[in-house]
């Protein structure tokens, strides 16, 4: 499998071969080029200006010219101003006839997300690709504007939120709202494929699987430096802190628990899971540097996750499964390329193969996007908060097991009371952070499997 480890950076498919795949697969497509405004065109706001958020707006606006629907930019906010003024230069110079962003339209703060869905009309799109802690808050505010939605992965970190989410998915579905969510491997053309194989038999029925994402350190921050405040110190680092992100092992590990949970028809019910830190030095972060999951389906079924964020070991970055009759990679090296296969029997060798995706194939990043403009501009159900929801709830659940050394249930986990930053949707710049700096340690608050078997940290 050494074959399978070289990876693609997030996004960078686009620029390369994804872009003419995704053009030849859609050539001849009919779609018309209509919206419910008066002036024909589709306006987007960016909530969250980062590296995510600029990838996904670039994504969106490339679908103007598969579609032939025009698409612009009207809008940009963060709490960060430098991430605002720097990446509406970046998008302003990769598609300078669709950002029509002037610097009125440019907000910072903890109320600039409002600001720019006010920017937008009912029926156009918000993106939202700030930390998962604050999903909800401009979840809510979009389905009071009656706008149309985009949001990244995970959309939730613990219980309180998940159901406060199902709830405004289910008002979003009512006002008929269209709404995607940045699982874009549930968008591959080559996984859509892989699953209609496996429906149909191919490889048998569905025995166990086994994941892995193992790569160098992530997230490891040292002690906050003087000029920044806490509380923005921790959403500018939010993969170090479980309020904001559910740390590294739901920002980073809900891609491949999701496919192979939509691979095997169904959500885990509980996860009975190990994790720790290792060789850390002076970082202060709440992550651990391993995990090791087993999770369980209804029907018995595993689904074995491994994930390691450490240098000098093994890396791989893969989803696989095995069935009575066969087997099948999910995930080849990163999300995209899938380069999904299946084979006879339980070696993943070339002389077993039965079936290979054809290659170069479009690229996911983009197709969720062809997907969600394609709903909008033909006012088709497409509302993606459900599955969006159970997905990162089920990622909880596997971070919950491991922090509490115990097994968590998918019950529990959806009914545990602690919401890890309840007041999020009161944040200004003075309010105090969700955790602070634990002196008496040295670090933030950790997770203490078998000690802490309630509560996070």
């Known amino acids: 499998m050494n074959d399978m480890t070289h990876g693609t950076t997030r996004r960078n498919f686009l620029k390369t071969t994804g872009q003419v795949a995704a053009l030849s697969a859609l050539a001849g497509t009919a779609i018309p080029a209509v919206h419910a405004a008066e002036n024909n065109t589709i306006q987007l706001a960016l909530i969250g200006c980062g590296g995510r958020g600029t990838g996904a707006a670039g994504d969106a606006m490339s679908v103007q010219k598969i579609l032939n629907v025009p698409i612009k930019l009207v809008a940009m906010a963060d709490v960060f101003e430098d991430r605002v003024t720097r990446n509406h230069k970046n998008l302003k110079e990769r598609f300078p006839d669709q950002v029509d962003v002037p610097e009125d339209r440019l907000f910072v703060g903890f109320d600039a997300y409002k600001k720019a869905m006010d920017c937008l009309r009912p029926g156009d799109v918000a993106i939202f690709a700030t930390p998962p802690a604050f999903r909800w808050v401009h979840f809510t505010y979009a389905i009071e504007k009656g706008l149309n939605v985009f949001m990244e992965k995970p959309v939730?970190?613990?219980?309180?939120?998940?159901?406060?989410?199902?709830?405004?998915?289910?008002?979003?579905?009512?006002?008929?709202?269209?709404?995607?969510?940045?699982?874009m491997v549930r968008h591959?053309?080559?996984?859509?494929?892989?699953?209609?194989?496996?429906?149909?038999?191919?490889?048998?029925?569905?025995?166990?699987?086994?994941?892995y994402r193992m790569g160098g350190p992530a997230a490891n921050i040292r002690?906050?430096?003087?000029n920044i405040s806490e509380l923005r110190y921790q959403i500018r680092q939010f993969h170090s802190f479980i309020w904001a992100s559910?740390?590294?092992?739901?920002?980073?590990?809900i891609h491949q628990i999701d496919e192979c949970s939509w691979?095997?028809?169904?959500?885990?019910?509980?996860?009975?899971?190990?994790?720790?830190?290792?060789?850390?030095?002076?970082?202060?972060?709440?992550?651990?540097?391993?995990?090791?999951v087993e999770y369980t389906y209804p029907d018995g079924t595993k689904l074995f996750y491994f994930g390691r964020q450490m240098a000098g070991c093994h890396n791989e970055f893969a989803s696989y499964g095995h069935g009575t009759k066969g087997c099948c990679i999910i995930s080849t090296s990163a999300h995209t390329p899938g380069r999904v296969r299946t084979f006879t029997g339980q070696d993943f060798s070339q002389d077993k193969l039965i079936w290979a995706f054809p290659q170069p194939e479009p690229n996911p990043y983009l197709m969720e996007w062809v997907d969600l403009i394609e709903a909008i501009i033909k006012d088709q159900p497409y509302n993606e908060v459900e599955r969006g929801v159970q997905a990162s709830l089920v990622t909880t659940m596997g971070r919950m097991?491991?922090?509490?050394?115990r097994i968590v249930t998918y019950e529990e986990a959806l009914n545990h009371?602690?919401?890890?930053?309840?007041?999020?949707?009161?944040?200004?710049?003075?309010?105090?952070?969700?955790?602070q700096f634990d002196e008496a340690i040295g670090m933030y608050p950790q997770p203490m499997p078998g000690i802490k078997t309630d509560r996070e940290y």
Request: proline share 6%; charged share 30%.
């Open 156 to 183: 939730t970190v613990d219980g309180p939120t998940s159901r406060r989410m199902f709830e405004l998915g289910k008002k979003s579905v009512e006002k008929n709202l269209k709404v995607g969510v940045g699982l």
């Open 188 to 211: 591959c053309r080559g996984r859509q494929e892989l699953k209609k194989r496996i429906e149909d038999g191919e490889i048998g029925e569905i025995q166990f699987l086994h994941a």
């Open 223 to 226: 002690r906050k430096p003087d």
């Open 246 to 253: 559910g740390g590294v092992y739901s920002d980073f590990y």
């Open 263 to 292: 691979m095997k028809g169904a959500w885990p019910v509980k996860a009975h899971a190990l994790g720790g830190r290792h060789y850390r030095g002076d970082a202060v972060d709440q992550n651990f540097d391993t995990y090791s």
């Open 401 to 405: 097991a491991a922090h509490f050394g």
């Open 417 to 435: 009371p602690h919401e890890l930053a309840p007041d999020v949707d009161k944040f200004t710049e003075d309010s105090p952070a969700p955790v």
